[in-house]
Each structure stands twice: as structure tokens, then as C-alpha cells.
């Protein structure tokens, strides 16, 4: 455990040092990842899937904040489905456009959740989210969660049908474009799994502030059970064998809840064998304060001494 502890802080210092550097890189993997993804999945224009274009808007997005890289993929995605028919890139951008809107009104700070949610389900650990959401955020960023799971069904329905939707977008681009949106917000699997991934969020978050020990460990296992669990039963009901499998749901729900394990460590170790309790009391009210202290470390400083032999001369 303290070897763990050390090397948390090591890495949080690193990140102090050289964050101006490891930030930029970061956000390039990401948009580099992420293109590569929507490429693969609903690619229509030649241009964007060049290799060299690829890079250089993954670089451009290496500079920008998250909430900007998010409208730049938002647009990468509009600008394949314009190239399928105009009126499927025109609903798309409306559908971005809204969510956009509602979601810089209530939580702008939760861009990332965009991004994220669509990358992990096509590597089939989409859970880990709402866990991680669930322990560092608030309710509110449900909005977030539940609009990037539109944007994943948006994706994975037109990869699935891409070949069926280009033959008949050229002569029948309205027709598709109500097609597709028809089939994306009328789907009972949909609904299910934004309903799945708000419970989640909302479990965890609740869990993790009760006054008992461990809480953030038991809101992390019984919030990833229950999503397993929602997942499943939905399987079962609407056979959402296009989106998750039961392997998959299993599978990815026991990975998540360990990634979601090891992102606690790095925002909440406490030791509770060093639990304090206090009360006191003023005119009107009797307090009652449980006190639990963060496991810190710091790195062990080395002293070197140099000894130096004096030199005995010869006579």
C-alpha cells in the first residue's frame, strides 16, 4: 500500500512539474483515438480519414480545452453524415445543437463525459463512467452522461447501417434522415441504458456520503452490480445484442469496477483505523463529527554523504 501511496505522489508531482507538457499530450491521444473511432464507425468523407488530416486535427485539438475539443468531434461527425446527405449532416448538427445547448447550461465542466462514454463503449467498458462520475461529480452531471450515450447509439446505428444508408441517402435523403432519427429515439434500449447509467451515478453518489467506512468502496461495487445487473435484464427483454452482449456486459462491467477501484484511489484514501469522533454543542444545536484522516506520504529524502579518505603524505 505505501508503495502504491509513494507512487500516487510521485505521479501527482510529476503532473505539477511537467503538466504544461503532459496535458497537450493527453488531449492528442484523445482526439486522436476518438477520430480514429468515428472514422472507423461512420466514416462517409474521404478527406477526413487521411492519415496526415488526421493528425493535424488531432494536434490542433491537442491546444484547446475539452469542452472545444468536444465540438470539434461533434462537427467531425456532422461533416461525414453531410457527406452521406445533407439533410442527415443538417439533423445531426440540430440533435448536437440542442444537447449542446442544454448542456453548457447545467454542466459545463463535464465535457470530457461527451468523449468518453461513445470511446468506451466501442472498447466495451462504458460502465467505468457513471462510476467515476458517480464519485466526482453531482447528479446534475447525469445530463452529461445520458447525452453522451445518445451520441454512442447515434454512432453505433449508423455503423451498422452504413452501407443501407448511403445506397439509399442518394436518392431518398429525407427519408433516411427521418429514418435514422426515428429509429435512434424511439429505441427501448436507448432509454434503458440512460436510465441504467443515471441510477448508477445517483447510487454512487448517495453510497459514498453515508457516514459509514468504506462507503466510496461499497457505492463503487454495489453501483457497478446494479449496472450489470439493469444491463442484463435488458438483454434479456429487448435482445440488445447490436449494442452490448450478456459476455460483454459481464465482462465489462467486472473491468470497469476495477478501473472505477483504482481512479477512487487517487481522489479518496482515507485510513479509517484512524477514525475520530467529536461532539460539542452550541445554543441550538448538538454536533456530532466523525473525522476521518487521508493517508499522505511524502517521499522518503535521501541523504548522501561523501566521505573523503585524507591523504597521509610520505616521508
Not at 156 to 163: E, R, V
Not at 278 to 283: I, M, N
Request: charged share 15%.
Amino acid at each position: 500500500m505505501n508503495n502504491l501511496l509513494m507512487i500516487r505522489e510521485q505521479l501527482k508531482k510529476i503532473y505539477g512539474m511537467y503538466g504544461t507538457y503532459i496535458k497537450p499530450a493527453i488531449h492528442f491521444i484523445v482526439m486522436l483515438v476518438s477520430i480514429i473511432i468515428i472514422n472507423a464507425n461512420a466514416g462517409a468523407m474521404a478527406l477526413l480519414k487521411n492519415p496526415a488530416v488526421v493528425v493535424i486535427i488531432s494536434l490542433i485539438g491537442a491546444f484547446l480545452p475539452v469542452k472545444f475539443m468536444t465540438i470539434l468531434l461533434s462537427l467531425i461527425i456532422v461533416a461525414h453524415m453531410s457527406a452521406i446527405a445533407v439533410e442527415i449532416g443538417a439533423m445531426i448538427f440540430l440533435i448536437m445543437l440542442i444537447m449542446y445547448l442544454l448542456f453548457f447550461r447545467f454542466t459545463p465542466k463535464d465535457s470530457v463525459i461527451l468523449i468518453l462514454i461513445p470511446l468506451l463503449f466501442f472498447i466495451k467498458i462504458p460502465y467505468v463512467v457513471p462510476l467515476t462520475v458517480g464519485m466526482a461529480s453531482t447528479p446534475f452531471s447525469i445530463i452529461s452522461v445520458s447525452f453522451g450515450v445518445i451520441i454512442f447509439y447515434i454512432l453505433n446505428y449508423i455503423s451498422t447501417n452504413l452501407d443501407a444508408i448511403m445506397a439509399a441517402a442518394s436518392t431518398d435523403g429525407m427519408g433516411q434522415m427521418t429514418k435514422i432519427a426515428g429509429q435512434v429515439f424511439t429505441s427501448k434500449e436507448l432509454y434503458l441504458i440512460i436510465i441504467a447509467f443515471a441510477l448508477v451515478v445517483a447510487v454512487v453518489y448517495f453510497v459514498k456520503r453515508l457516514s459509514i467506512d468504506y462507503s466510496w468502496i461499497i457505492a463503487v461495487v454495489s453501483g457497478g452490480v446494479l449496472c450489470i445487473i439493469i444491463m442484463l435484464i435488458g438483454e434479456l427483454i429487448f435482445d440488445m445484442g447490436e449494442v452490448v452482449s450478456v459476455v460483454s456486459i459481464i465482462i465489462g462491467g467486472i473491468i470497469s469496477i476495477v478501473l472505477a477501484l483504482g481512479i477512487r484511489f487517487f481522489i479518496h484514501s482515507v485510513d479509517y483505523s484512524r477514525t475520530e469522533y467529536t461532539q460539542f454543542e452550541d445554543d441550538d444545536f448538538y454536533y456530532y463529527v466523525k473525522a476521518v484522516p487521508k493517508i499522505k506520504v511524502s517521499s522518503p529524502e535521501v541523504n548522501v554523504k561523501r566521505i573523503n579518505a585524507r591523504k597521509v603524505r610520505k616521508k
